[in-house]
């Protein structure tokens, strides 16, 4: 199986709320990955996981907050978000991150969050 | 610092026709490559990469690719495209040394394939 899941696939919340966005692999690796995506641009990374320890966050604002229950599972929550926060939100898994760097990345297909 | 560009926002082939989607790079150490295609409203998908060895790569959905060392280039090719390769495409790449371990992406090539 070489799938990544995400739910919801689409969600709408106003700035006050709170939600949040998940992510589930079940290939065996042990390397997750949250992007944010504007329409056509490349993916900016927001936060890795490596072997469910949080070793790369991209300077995110707090208001996003990552989380990763277990070698599967990975949310992100979200509250009081902003209008420009307003993008896909794609959950990436890759077999290890570190070296070597020569691992590609699988990606889920996507929560398209719009922000009221 | 290690950069990816790709010299072309758009592309238009004819159906039948050869493609190809340019990409060059420059990082630290060797380079490992990727191309990822994303169909309108969809994640992306991984198409191929090239970590070492043979210049020519074969990937998914009949692309290949072609590493070229003294041009730092890394260009997506198909012989002949099909309507249905009409997406967004992108190269990435990743130093073999540094401390920056992040992978780097181009701004992306949307590749119209016209019946």
């Known amino acids: 199986d070489t799938e990544v899941t995400q739910t919801p696939k689409h969600l709408v919340m106003g700035m006050t709320n709170k939600k949040s966005l998940k992510c589930e692999q079940h290939?065996?690796?042990?390397?997750m990955y949250w992007y944010k995506q504007k329409a056509k641009k490349p993916p900016e990374l927001m936060f890795v996981?490596?072997?469910?320890?949080?070793?790369i966050n991209e300077s995110v604002p707090s208001r996003f907050s990552p989380e990763c229950p277990n070698s599967s599972l990975l949310n992100l929550h979200l509250h009081a978000l902003q209008p420009e926060d307003s993008a896909l939100y794609l959950c990436?898994?890759?077999?290890?991150?570190?070296?070597?760097?020569?691992?590609?990345?699988?990606f889920g297909p996507g929560t398209r969050l719009t922000v009221t | 610092a290690q950069s990816v560009a790709q010299p072309e926002d758009q592309v238009n082939v004819a159906e039948g026709n050869p493609l190809t989607v340019k990409c060059t790079y420059s990082?630290?150490?060797?380079?490992?490559l990727f191309w990822y295609v994303q169909y309108p409203n969809r994640g992306l998908q991984f198409l191929l990469k090239?970590?070492?060895?043979d210049n020519l790569v074969k990937g998914s959905y009949g692309f290949e690719a072609e590493f070229n060392k003294s041009q730092t280039s890394f260009h997506l090719k198909k012989p002949s495209a099909l309507v249905s390769d009409s997406a967004l495409y992108f190269c990435?790449?990743?130093?073999?040394?540094?401390?920056?371990?992040?992978?780097?992406w181009g701004l992306g090539t949307s590749l119209a394939v016209n019946p």
């Open positions: 290939m065996g690796h042990r390397a």
């Open positions: 990436a898994s890759s077999p290890k991150e570190g070296l070597p760097l020569s691992y590609e990345q699988y």
């Open positions: 990435a790449v990743r130093g073999s040394t540094g401390n920056n371990r992040k992978l780097i």
């Open positions: 990082v630290s150490g060797n380079p490992y």
């Open positions: 996981y490596s072997y469910e320890k949080l070793s």
């Open positions: 090239y970590i070492t060895g």
